[in-house]
């Protein structure tokens, strides 16, 4: 066998020297590197290097948006007229609900509903505490910055959690199923930051579909009242039944409380009511057309239980059948500017309502129509 | 939405007169709500009322 210094010294003598010379070195880099490559955990730290790369430039868009919406929370409190926006900004972000004990779901509804009134009422308060002369819409405005300051700080928060935990227990599957969230996370935290602007502006998004068709019907109707909180309702006659319209107080961006108010209409009337019509956005699937209408049965709102549920009890109990209308769209349409394609729907809508109430209810019937939906940008 | 499609949206305002048949559109305002009485109608007098806002494409597809 030729041993290293006579092949050293053929490379040198030869007049290919230097080109062994290198060919030489590049084998030994080629053999060093196979076998750091198979030593045992090194293709897992490198998987980890490459994944936790990925998810670092993702949370620093997470970052980004996250101190985007508090320095807009910060401005709008400040022009408000707030002299502690900095304070009450920090407040929102880290502000919390724990859910309610769910392995003894016997009164869950109930135990929601306060803990989700709570939080709101003391959203508010806090707000009116620092700026006791505060407008309804103004007010709106700031309490619908503080869930998005705090849903993507929250957001941003977790991920950076699982992150760092993935980096400390060196763990590929943590980091590896992180990976796969996080463009997800990061264009709904994107779509949160842009419906911001939009609910600061007062303009009507795409959820506030069935407060529109509610305020079509309100327009001429004189006599209004409040069955609940943050909800007006409105009785007309149309084509000689008694129909009671519900929808959001507007124009503030609020949803208002819909399954109370159902609930305390239908128990003023002592049950004497034929149908129920549900109007909502809905989430589209992907290949959906945006402002396809769809109908159905049940009741169509996006709601975490308490009002759903208020409706859908009520209803049983009189034995009031509940119809739904709902136009499809995405998850960022719904929180952004209403499209041209959803307020087409509308007008469809309406008519299809007024269909409904020909064909399967009778001259002298009540029906009661809801507009379901943030009433933002929609009076009545 | 990426960057470049939300640039292609415009939000309108759509005004119509309380009694004939006049519409306008016009870029949307800050203080806007639907139906607001803004303005008078050109034709008769009447007022005028914001009917819609929506955003739509600033290029209408063809």
Redesign the interface.
């Given at each position: 066998m030729i041993s290293m210094i006579d092949l050293l010294a053929f490379a040198q003598t030869s007049s290919q020297a230097s080109s062994t010379y290198y060919y030489l070195i590049f084998l030994i880099a080629w053999i060093a590197l196979t076998v750091i490559a198979f030593m045992p955990g090194f293709q897992q730290k490198m998987y980890i290097l490459f994944v936790s790369r990925d998810i670092e430039s993702g949370l620093a868009k997470l970052e980004n948006l996250s101190k985007s919406a508090k320095n807009k929370t910060i401005e709008l409190l400040k022009k408000s007229g707030a002299k502690n926006a900095e304070e009450l900004a920090d407040k929102f972000a880290e502000w919390f609900v724990i859910d309610p004990v769910n392995i003894e779901p016997t009164d869950i509804i109930n135990r929601m509903k306060l803990l989700i009134r709570t939080s709101e009422d003391k959203i508010r308060q806090i707000i009116m505490l620092s700026l006791p002369n505060l407008d309804p819409v103004t007010r709106s405005k700031i309490e619908v910055s503080a869930e998005i300051l705090n849903a993507l700080n929250t957001i941003y928060k977790v991920v950076r959690h699982y992150l760092l935990l993935g980096k400390k227990l060196q763990s590929y599957y943590i980091l590896l199923q992180l990976q796969s969230v996080v463009p997800i996370l990061v264009k709904m935290a994107?779509?949160y930051e842009?419906a911001q602007d939009v609910f600061i502006?007062?303009?009507?998004v795409g959820d506030s579909l069935g407060p529109?068709v509610a305020?079509r019907f309100l327009?001429n109707v004189n006599e209004k009242w409040n069955p609940s909180r943050e909800m007006v309702a409105g009785e007309m006659e149309f084509e000689g039944r008694k129909l009671i319209v519900l929808k959001a107080e507007?124009?503030m961006a609020t949803v208002g409380t819909p399954g109370e108010a159902v609930e305390n209409v239908i128990n003023k009337l002592e049950g004497k009511v034929s149908r129920i019509i549900t109007v909502d956005a809905a989430a589209k699937l992907e290949g959906e057309q945006t402002g396809s209408i769809a109908e159905g049965v049940g009741v169509a709102m996006g709601d975490p239980g308490p009002e759903k549920i208020a409706i859908e009890r009520v209803a049983a109990k009189y034995n009031i059948p509940i119809d739904a209308i709902i136009v499809k769209m995405s998850m960022?349409e719904a929180i952004?500017?209403?499209?041209?394609e959803?307020?087409e729907a509308s007008e469809k809508v309406v008519e299809m309502v007024k269909q409904i109430i020909r064909e399967r209810t009778k001259p002298g019937d009540t029906v009661i129509l809801v507009g379901v939906g943030n009433t933002c940008?929609?009076?009545q | 939405m990426s960057q470049s499609s939300q640039q292609q949206k415009t939000v309108v305002t759509v005004l119509k007169c309380l009694k004939c048949s006049y519409t306008i559109e016009r870029p949307f305002k800050e203080g806007d709500f639907i139906p607001k009485i803004d303005g008078t109608c050109p034709n008769d007098g009447s007022p005028l009322y914001i009917w819609a806002i929506y955003a739509k494409p600033l290029v209408e597809k063809k």
């Open positions: 994107e779509s842009r502006k007062g303009i009507p529109l305020s327009m507007g124009p960022e952004t500017e209403m499209p041209k959803v307020y940008g929609v009076a | -």
